[in-house]
């Protein structure tokens, strides 16, 4: 018994020592292996291959673009995350019976969300991918038993699936559908994010705030987006994706770096005020494009910038730069740089006077006419106030003919000494001459100086100045001779910390003489009181402008119409902004101050309205004007301090209530409470574009917001079911 037990212990302990025996053994072939892929060539192909199978290195992170603001903070242009959906067919977890067992549903889902293609179209695309794969893995297995090393290119990796790309929140229902409803490396989904511009009030200030590429790489296409490209845009960062776990995850080497934002001048109101009333006289004249600026006089900040171009549809929209790159002869808004160089020079006194006649005076066999010529009426005399009043061609002819026919260069070195052919920068991109004056020199080789050139340039011919130039000089009246240069980019800030602020440049600190200026505002306030400009007379407030009426040079000839325009500043004894208004190309009987005219007066008044602060005394409504504001529905605890702040009457609120219709009559502004359900659709139609979001964010819609004003309509009516998640659509005029 104990010799069998000896036997026994001795063969299991061979059985052990063989084990042993083999084990050591494999573990020298693995030590060997190992050696050998850490020091030979091998080692290194196998290195290599290992980290084009789990890492892909060197991809760029798109900085965020840096955000446009309104003066206020309201955003012109922002930058929201977007993502390109795709399959990685080589996912480790995907299994070939589970994607067949739920393609059918989950081409279905996505055919009901993205009906850009069939059930049967996303199908193929997937299943594609999915046959894609199995080619190139069998190519792997029959290169590798040749023992030959030919790559086989992997396409089935990043498969795209939604032709277009898509929000998070429709990213994140598309993780729910069928099959991708998995982790990630068994559904192969994969969502690349980028960054894309939106416009959260539309096309307001379109032209101005600019555009951007399709690829936001490339980054600004137009306006302020390509003035201020390299703050906006940011600086990119670096990062590898790498296979964990079968999982593939970025992984960050150098951050991106968001851009700049840029706080403009912009007011939204005022903006928003002079587009609706160029608009409508564009409609009204059918005219072919037109302009309209607004300045601050003391500050140089232009508040509203609109440039519209009728389309071929016939619809008026921003297109060109018409501000800076309408590069017209002026016209008699001209006539006031004439008169202040010759009052300035001691050449002429506003009361000399000047024999018109009929409205004819020929000049070197060139006949210059007055507006009034056909009519045959003999108006004698006119004073150099009076001639600017009524916008006399001959009253400026003879003034310039009178001091500076023998010694023309000296009218020019007038204009000069005001500072209106300064070379300036923008703060819009402009291409060859736009956005500069081109005004003549009788020295000037490239530019003949005939012997009509100097009475014709008088009254606002033979130059030509872009409409933010006369927006500058007659800013620079209203602002006691300082002459300043417009801007929009007013501060650059980052992270909440303002990096640059941004101040009027001073183009001229002293136009002319002070008693010059005097004169020059009198004439000013002329022309409107008693002028070709009285229609543009306020009930509000006294105005000081010039109408200007010239006709549009085409094939050597002045056969291509008119361009009509005004500018001006109000209150004239108290100047708080100046206004250019063009329209080129009207359709009726051309008029400085019929057309033109009544849009600055348009936006004066609706602009004074808004930012002055009213007697109740002022509200009063007459036959000619409503001059009590408009208060939109909405918060009424905010509509209240409105209420306050203007001095305006207001009723009492019957009912506990936070937010509200708001009506009026006779003697005050009437709030109603608004009954509303958190299983309902709400009703804002008629509140502004903050209080219409704020609401229905807040019961739990998503809200896609087109246009500027108030809510005129919403896509799901009130008192409808409410789903949280929704999209609706509210649109403002």
């Known amino acids: 018994m104990q010799e069998q037990n000896k036997k026994d212990k001795k063969g299991v302990l061979g059985r052990y020592g063989l084990i042993v025996t083999i084990l050591m053994l494999f573990a ?75 393609v059918g549903d989950l081409s279905a889902a996505l055919a009901r969300k993205f009906p850009d293609r069939s059930a049967a179209q996303y199908r193929n695309v ?34 795209k699936i939604l032709r277009r790309d898509i929000s998070y929140v429709d990213l994140k229902e598309i993780r729910t559908y069928p099959f ?29 705030v600019g555009s951007v590429y399709k690829d936001l790489e490339k980054g600004g296409a137009s306006g302020l987006e390509l003035k201020y490209d390299s703050l906006l845009s940011g600086v990119p960062g670096v990062k590898f994706r790498q296979k964990i776990q079968g ?37 009204e004249t059918e005219a072919e494009s037109g302009t309209a600026i607004i300045m601050e006089v003391q500050s140089g900040e232009i508040k509203g910038i609109v ?11 921003e297109g060109n730069p018409n501000a800076f790159s309408y590069m017209n002869e002026p016209g008699s808004t001209f006539k006031t740089v004439t008169a202040m160089v010759a009052l300035d020079d001691g050449v002429v006194t506003p009361a000399d006077s000047f024999y018109v006649g009929s409205g004819l005076f020929q000049y070197n066999k060139r006949w210059v006419r007055d507006h009034y010529w056909r009519r045959g009426q003999d108006r004698g005399y006119l004073t150099v106030a009076e001639g600017m009043a009524v916008s006399s061609n001959i009253v400026m002819s003879k003034i310039v003919l009178k001091g500076y026919e023998s010694n023309p260069a000296r009218y020019v070195e007038g204009i000069d000494r005001i500072g209106l052919r300064k070379q300036l920068k923008w703060d819009v991109p402009l291409n060859g001459i736009e956005g500069t004056s081109s005004i003549r020199f009788p020295d000037d080789k490239a530019n003949y100086w ?49 990096i640059k602020e941004m101040e009027a440049e001073v183009v001229n600190p002293k136009m002319c003489k002070e008693s010059t200026l005097q004169q020059i505002h009198d004439m000013l306030v002329g022309v409107i009181e008693e002028g070709t400009a009285k229609v543009v007379a306020s009930d509000y407030f006294t105005v000081a402008g010039k109408t200007g009426t010239a006709q549009i040079a085409s094939g050597g000839g002045y056969e291509g119409g008119y361009y009509v325009s005004f500018c001006g500043y109000f209150p004239a004894d108290k100047p708080m902004y100046t206004i250019f208004v063009g329209l080129r190309k009207p359709k009726g009987v051309p008029s400085g101050g019929g057309m033109a005219g009544m849009v600055f007066k348009n936006i004066a008044e609706k602009t004074f309205v808004r930012k002055v602060q009213l007697t109740v005394n002022d509200c009063k409504i007459d036959s000619t004007l409503q001059k009590k504001p408009a208060i939109k529905h909405g918060n009424w605890g905010l509509n209240k301090v409105v209420l306050a702040s203007l001095n305006l009457p207001a009723g ?64 799901f009516p009130p008192g409808q079911k409410l789903v949280k998640g929704t999209t609706i659509t509210i649109t403002l005029q």
Do not use: C
């Open 28 to 102: 020298v072939m693995i030590v060997f292996s190992a050696t050998k892929i850490v020091f030979t060539s091998e080692g290194k192909k196998w290195r290599e291959v290992g980290k084009k199978e789990t890492v892909i290195r060197d991809r760029i992170i798109l900085p965020k673009r840096g955000n446009i603001y309104t003066y206020d903070g309201k955003l012109l242009a922002t930058t929201e995350p977007l993502y390109s959906i795709y399959m990685d067919f080589w996912a480790d977890g995907m299994e070939k019976d589970t994607l067949m067992k739920y």
């Open 126 to 159: 997937i299943m594609n991918g999915w046959n894609m794969r199995e080619k190139e893995e069998r190519q792997i297995h029959e290169n590798r038993a040749k023992g030959s090393d030919k790559k086989v290119p992997i396409r089935s990796r990043y498969v």
């Open 180 to 208: 991708w409803n998995q982790r990630s490396n068994r559904s192969g989904l994969i969502a690349e994010e980028r960054n894309a511009r939106k416009k959260p009030f539309g096309n307001l200030a379109n032209r101005t």
């Open 247 to 283: 999982k593939w995850m970025d992984v960050v080497e150098k951050p991106a770096e968001e851009g700049l934002d840029i706080v403009t001048t912009i007011d939204t109101d005022i903006q928003d005020i002079a587009e609706r009333s160029l608009r409508d006289k564009l409609v």
């Open 307 to 317: 440039n519209l171009d009728r389309m071929s549809n016939g619809d008026y929209a």
């Open 450 to 498: 005939s012997k009509t050139t100097l009475p014709w340039m008088s009254f606002g011919y033979e130059t030509k100045i872009p409409p933010i130039y006369m927006l500058m000089f007659y800013n620079g009246i209203a602002n006691g001779g300082n002459m300043i240069k417009p801007f929009i980019a007013k501060q650059f800030v980052k992270n909440g910390k303002v």
């Open 652 to 715: 009492e609120l019957d009912e506990t209530a936070n937010w509200v219709k708001m009506t009026r009559d006779s003697l005050a502004y009437r709030p109603k409470a608004m009954a509303l359900h958190n299983s309902m659709i709400p009703d804002v139609r008629g509140m502004g574009a903050r209080d219409a979001v704020y609401l229905l964010e807040k019961m739990g819609l998503r809200i896609n917001l087109t246009g500027a004003g108030k809510v005129v309509s919403q896509s």
